[in-house]
């Protein structure tokens, strides 16, 4: 059973950044999938950015440019680098890998 903790998530104002953090316990971490999504009030949960083992990765349209997402396979650990934030990405932040959720993390945007 693959268990998962995530941390980073806060309050920015507009245009600032944060960056999440999950840790994996299992080992076959390395040829997960691993990705990050998230999910706003009254919203469907949607992927934000993924990352495959080879790495490739892959992005929603809005945070490309603007959002990060990296792994070390070593720590077992994925992360979100997020810059120039706007009040729209505000949301809860899931972390998955392979088929498993992080119990989420709350990202708010605002001045």
């Known amino acids: 059973q693959v268990q998962l903790v995530e941390s980073g998530g806060g309050l920015v104002q507009p245009g600032g950044s944060l960056r999440l953090s999950c840790a994996a316990t299992?080992?076959?971490?390395?040829?997960?999938?691993v990705g990050w999504y998230r999910q706003a009030p009254g919203k469907e949960r949607e992927l934000v950015a993924s990352i495959s083992s080879g790495p490739t990765t892959n992005y929603a349209d809005s945070v490309k440019g603007r959002f990060t997402i990296s792994r070390d396979n070593a720590k077992k650990t994925v992360d979100l680098q997020m810059n120039s934030l706007k009040p729209e990405d505000t949301a809860v932040y899931y972390c998955?890998?392979?088929?498993?959720w992080g119990q989420g993390t709350q990202v708010t945007v605002s001045s």
């Open positions: 299992t080992m076959f971490f390395s040829v997960y999938y």
């Open positions: 998955k890998v392979h088929t498993t």
